[in-house]
């Protein structure tokens, strides 16, 4: 089972960025994916997850709004369109699966390796 983050790197504050994870060595349209991220000196944090049937969405304060979380079945890839992102969103960005009830308390099956994104004001 592998995640791969790809679409980290730079942004000016108000642009806009894509991140995309590909999932391999089994199916996951069964599972949620989601999203987290882990800033320097600070705690990894939940920021969006995405039901199997994409029917349930749910993301973070912080980002809602801003964000939008999909995910396609097909490609056994999740998304994360960041709009608008601010400096203070500057952090690793992990790729998660798990189940779409526990992953926003960080209950998470797999994990990806991590794409840094930064944010300059």
């Known amino acids: 089972v592998q995640l791969v983050e790809s679409g980290g790197g730079l942004v000016q504050a108000g642009g806009s960025l894509r991140l995309s994870c590909a999932a391999s060595?089994?199916?996951?349209?069964?599972?949620?994916m989601g999203w987290f991220r882990q800033a320097p000196g600070k705690e990894r944090e939940f920021v969006a997850s995405?039901?199997?049937?994409?029917?349930?969405?749910y993301y973070a304060d912080a980002v809602k709004g801003r964000f939008t979380i999909s995910r396609d079945n097909a490609k056994n890839t999740v998304y994360l369109q960041m709009n608008s992102p601010k400096p203070e969103d500057t952090a690793v960005y992990y790729c998660a699966v798990g189940g779409i009830a526990t992953m926003r308390r960080g209950v998470v099956k797999y994990w990806g390796q991590g794409t840094q994104v930064t944010v300059s004001s």
């Open positions: 060595g089994r199916t996951f349209s069964s599972f949620a």
């Open positions: 995405i039901s199997a049937s994409a029917g349930n969405l």
